[in-house]
C-alpha cells in the first residue's frame, strides 16, 4: 500500500516512520531504542533515526576500513569523499560512516521519506563502489605522496 499522505511533524516518530518502510515493502525492523534498521539487497545496514530535537530524519550505514591505513591516508580518503557527495563521510572506530539528513520541520510526505532512503542508498553505494576502484579515491590517497602526519 503505496500513499503519498503527509504527515505533520508532532505525528512523526520512529513508528510512523518504521510503518512508512513497512508500507513500502522494504524489509526493516524497529529496535527497541527507536532506532529503525533496513535491510538491502547488498546486506550493508542502514540505520534511521529521528532527531526530534532538530527536527531531522538521518539515514546512516557503514562499512569497514583497513586497519593498515595511517591517520593521513583516512583523513585525505574522508576528504575526498566529502567533496564529491552529499553524503557526509568520517571515519569512527575503524568504520566509515555515511550520513544524510532531510528536514521534517513543518511536517513530510511519505514518499519524501522513500525518496530519501532511497537516494541515501543509491549515493552511499556509489561512492563506496567508486571509492574503492583501481584509481578510486583510495589509490589516490594512498599514492599521492603525501607526508604530513594528523596525529
Known sequence: MHTGEFIDEGNISSDYVHRIFINYEIRSSLSDDESIWIETESKIPINVELDKFRKLIK?????????KLNDTHKFCFVNELNGHSQIKFFIKSGL???????????????????HAYKTFY?????????????????????????????Q
Open 59 to 67: 539515514f546512516q550505514s557503514f562499512v569497514g576500513v583497513n586497519r
Open 96 to 114: 566509515l560512516f555515511g550520513d544524510y539528513w532531510i528536514v521534517y520541520k513543518g511536517g513530510v510526505a511519505e514518499f519524501q521519506v522513500i
Open 122 to 150: 543509491r549515493l552511499f553505494m556509489e561512492t563506496i563502489r567508486s571509492a574503492y576502484k583501481v584509481d578510486g579515491v583510495l589509490d589516490k590517497c594512498l599514492n599521492s605522496g603525501i607526508i604530513m602526519n594528523y
